[in-house]
């Protein structure tokens, strides 16, 4: 797979080509610039591909509408931020139903808070993100994308605004969480240490994977 | 979109509408305020209609009503109609109530009823004391007057007065009467009994006579088989109007419904301006949600959908506002009763209609989806992925084919809406249309300067270099303050120009056209003393003296006029009753033949007839038609020869139809004539009607008085209304300028880092308000001039002058206001703390 912008003018990513298992763990590493996130991206079907194709499970999502996209993101994929990324006028709670709402599921609230509580955040159901420290909001974030079970969960840099505390415990949080429900994981990290707890480490260098063991 | 989703987005919706209502308040305010005006608009019309409607039969006074006209019933067919249901007889007259034993006396212009016992029929006759009304039949030459009368007359219970000849004892005062549907709206009236009636000769009263036979039907039930009945003992009676209910305020229901027109068009242009501040505010919300919306898109929420919560918010909103915008209005009914009730008798109750609350919230609804696609449509442009790269691209209207259609086709639905309501369309049409010209020659305009300071032509001080920076800027809100002050401006300037160039002709045509007095009823044979004691009184009075008789238009080219005239036709006065007509042999100095020719002197026996030219124009009348007039019962065919420019405005002698007097000296007349006096004192009007009293006066400035009072409630009415446009077009800019803070914001701080003073950039911002300012100045003062010169020039035919006071008060007035508020509203980003821009917050 490629991706280019500003029409083919400027090659971001060369010849990609890799397959996930179920259940798998990958972690991406590379120096800064060298594609990871323009990588996660096109797998999470944000941004198009510009030759080849991308398959989640049976299906082709390089040649879907946007909105089929969405569909299928929705109810399969995950995704964390480095940045978090909570929405500022819903509380920890509402941040993490919501994506059960969307999908009509019973009961939003009873699960969201039955995940919050597993995440240790059972007394910031009501708080708003402005009210939360950075490694509580990467908990509400990592709640919210996993809420749904999907059965791949995409990680930009998921440690990459917290201290080495807040690392430790979101790592383990997001590895105990994976073993547990059986899902895939992809996340891009600086990390080293977090980059050892995954199956399979791929490295890219200038839009190319240079390693993948 | 499935039920389920639809009410899961409605949550969503409702969720954050109640979280972020706020943010949005500019454009509930705006909203609330335009649907405010609509619903009051509305409210009132409706109320006013039913009051008219519930009230037709007590307007008219019966259930049917036999108008004679100048002559008595004919008492064998009013012996017939007796017979099937219960009549009343009225007759009503003009003519001069003077005191006799005051000092000075005085006198007043009088429209008095005389009343049988049966009177009134419908409704109630309100006066004081108890009993009076019944001793008008019992007891002769007792008479009621008016609270007016009461007053300027200076009367007392008991007192006597002259009427005619005869004495007058007053017995009561009454203040309001029900049949008013006719000509009792501004004077004054009087009641007296039918025997007393009988007593006064009024055969010399002419004209001002008029015999009405009220009916009341016992049993309603068979209402429309005696209706038939009654149609048929007239059938070959063409001398007699039959009235029925529903006509019986035509006259003040076409006033309502012109005046309420104008004000929906006023209204709608206030939303209109509105629009401008939804879509720009709209924008900025969305902008400020960026972020939450790209992370609704990664969590699989489709663009779509997205926009549906946010449709579904405004929708919500407009709910609510819809609500209490018409809730409201229903307060300002008993403002408006209040004002109109003292006039014309009426009482207004608000009452609920689900179609208003309906039009109301449609109305608001084209608004808000026309001005919102571009906005809401801007959501396609958020991308999940900048969550990735921490960058949000500000946003942008975002326009395609589809959505300027879709705006284009609500705008004519919108625009149709207002025509089809209005009895005019053509009016409304041109309105929007001048509307729309505007709106794009402000925004042509705001491109324009920014254009033309970019090229930085000037060399100029520092604050002038930011204030042309902050106009050039590209989210500048140079545009949204010119288009929506602009707006507001020309309305105001024009109502403001109609207005006093209106109020000017009125008040002007006092001292100087304007005779001081009018006589009516001047007999044939009085013609010659009454010249002699004018002149006695002021050797210098100018004196108009014109021959007049009662002449009905009874057949246009054979065919019966009000059988394809319908009231609502501007000219219709002209048929629904007698009018006075009057002959001379020059043509008047100020009624120029504008078709046709003056008499053909060759033809004396033959009937010959000169029309107003609106008139002509109105009924569809050309030159060589055939008019049937009724004159003392006869009727007589004549030809229409040419038609004048007739100005009713200037209160001289003016007469919609006149006769070649070779003919119609012939015919029984009386005389009508105007005074302008030298020296006015000299002429004693109780002295006068002493000689002849059978005479009636009118001080025209007495009348003048009570249509300027009439005019200036209007006036005071239309301007507050006005006014309001302006006040959303302020509302709209000062939320641009909040929209546009955190740029100001920053912009500030760098002025403040690069050490400008706070004097010098509050300087920039003057200079930038002024620049912008002036150019909307100088358009809106164009259009309005020319739309108001078109008003006055066309429409009132009046004389149009540039009123230069009225040109600063209104734009000295909003100027400063404005430029309060940009200050006000900029204040609060002129101390920027340095700390949080650093931090990048
Ligand atoms: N929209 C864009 N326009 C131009 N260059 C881009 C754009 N997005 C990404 N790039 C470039 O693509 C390369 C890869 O970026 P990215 O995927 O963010 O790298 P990484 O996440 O590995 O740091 C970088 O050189 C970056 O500058
Ligand atoms: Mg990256």
Redesign the pocket.
Known sequence: MNYT??NNS?N?LKNISFEVDYKETISIV?E????????IMLIGGLEKISAGNIFFKDSEISNMTEDEISEIRRKNIGIVFQSFYLIPNYTALENVSLSLEINKLDNATQKAKEILDRFGLSNRFNNLPSQLSGGEQQRVAIARSVVMKPELILADEPTGNLDSENTENISNLLFNYIKDENASLIM?THDNNLANLTKRKIT?KDGVISENQ | MKINDLSLYSKFAFRDLIRSYSKILSIIITLLISLFILSAILTIEDSLENELNENSKVLLGGDLEIDYNNREGDSNLIKQIENISTVSQVVEFSTMISTIEKKPNKTSFTRIKAIDQNYPLYGDVIFEPVGSLKKLNEIDNTILVNENIFKNLNLKINDIVKVQNKKFKVIGVVKVLPDIGGAFVFGDFALTGKKTLDKLELNTLGSFLNYEYKIKFDDYKNKDKKINEIKKIFKNNDKVKIQYPENSAGGIKRIIDNFSQFLSLVSISAMLIAGIGIANTLLSFINQKNSSIAVQKAIGINSGNIKTIYYLQLLFSLIFISLVAYGLSFFLVPVVDKYISDGLGLNIEASFSLTNLFIVFVVGLLVIIIFSIPTVNSIDQIKASSLF?NVFQSLQFKYSKLSISLSLLLLTILVSLFASRSSIPTYSLIYFASFFICLAVFFYVSRFIILLLRKNLLNLGISSKIAIKNITQSKSITPITVMSLGLGMTLLLTLAFVGSNFKREIAKSIPEIAPDYFFLGIQNNQKNLFKKIIIDSDKEAVMEIVPMVSAGLVKINGIDPNTYISDSNDSYWVIMNDRRVSWVNTIPKDNPILEGSWWDTSKPNKLQISLDSKVAKDFGVNIGDKFTLRIYGREIEGEVVNFRLVNYQDLSINFAMLLNPQFAENIPHEYLSTIKFKNIKSFNEVNFLDKFPSVSIIKISDYLSKVTDVLNKVFIAVSILSAVTVIIGLVVISSAIIVQGKIKIFQNLVFKILGFSKKEIIMSSIIEFIISFLSIIFFSTIFAVLASKFIIENIFQLKWLFEINIFFYVTIGVGVVTLALIIITNFRYLSPKVYPLVRNE
């Open positions: 912008i500003d400027i971001i590379g800064s610039g060298s594609g990871k996130t323009s990588l891009v890219i | 790269r």
